[in-house]
T-cell receptor, first 116, second 113 residues
Framework: AQSVTQPDIHITVSEGASLELRCNYS??????LFWYVQSPGQGLQLLLKYFSGDTLVQGIKGFEAEFKRSQSSFNLRKPSVHWSDAAEYFCAVVPPGSSNTGKLIFGQGTTLQVKP | NAGVMQNPRHLVRRRGQEARLRCSPMKGHSHVYWYRQLPEEGLKFMVYLQKENIIDESGMPKERFSAEFPKEGPSILRIQQVVRGDSAAYFC???????????FGPGTRLTVL
């Protein structure tokens, strides 16, 4: 079935450590790819997006993501995590053929906890 | 430029009542999306509207749910005869025409008693 998968439900990292959140998709072609962050009780904020071109994408708050076609992945990374990064992170796609509607399909989310 | 606005932020209803959720898109945005986030789940697409038109309602439950985006005023998501399973956070997002980037509102948290 076509889907977006975030394999890690919860991740805990120490402040200052590096972070990688995984996202895999299963579509016949490359979808539009997004990462959103949701702080408790808040809406979603776009961190970065990939449509085409350079496979390493820079986003806000020091985040980056790398698109790997061979692995159908779009993993989110940050070299040094801050306590304020504790939140829930969602990978999302606009499936191939849906760009005219733009509706997003979300992964289940990964909750990031940051240890002092 | 104010962001996407949703009201109310919190809504409590008893079973059988109606819930009306409002979404005012960002200025210049003519596309509105509604998503539902059930507890411990990701967001699920419900409906996509443009002014006075429902473009894609493939994620809407077949009964009790309706949405509109009139020529003037906010988009409304209406849930009739609410049940406990409707308790969730409902998010609205907007985008300008021909841009694949959605800006999300803070959400309305519906609790059905």
């Amino acid at each position: 079935a076509q889907s977006v998968t975030q394999p890690d439900i919860h991740i805990t990292v120490s402040e200052g450590a590096s972070l990688e959140l995984r996202c895999n998709y299963s579509y016949g072609a490359t979808p539009y790819l997004f990462w959103y962050v949701q702080s408790p009780g808040q809406g979603l904020q776009l961190l970065l997006k990939y449509f085409s071109g350079d496979t390493l994408v820079q986003g806000i708050k020091g985040f980056e993501a790398e698109f790997k076609r061979s692995q159908s992945s779009f993993n989110l990374r940050k070299p040094s995590v801050h306590w304020s990064d504790a939140a829930e992170y969602f990978c999302a796609v606009v499936p191939p053929g849906s760009s005219n509607t733009g509706k997003l399909i979300f992964g289940q989310g990964t909750t990031l906890q940051v240890k002092p | 430029n104010a962001g996407v606005m949703q009201n109310p932020r919190h809504l409590v209803r008893r079973r059988g009542q109606e819930a009306r959720l409002r979404c005012s898109p960002m200025k210049g945005h003519s596309h509105v999306y509604w998503y539902r986030q059930l507890p411990e789940e990701g967001l699920k697409f419900m409906v996509y509207l443009q002014k006075e038109n429902i473009i894609d309602e493939s994620g809407m439950p077949k009964e009790r749910f309706s949405a509109e985006f009139p020529k003037e005023g906010p988009s409304i998501l209406r849930i009739q005869q609410v049940v406990r399973g409707d308790s969730a956070a409902y998010f609205c997002a907007s985008s300008p025409p021909r841009v694949n980037e959605q800006f999300f509102g803070p959400g309305t948290r519906l609790t059905v008693l």
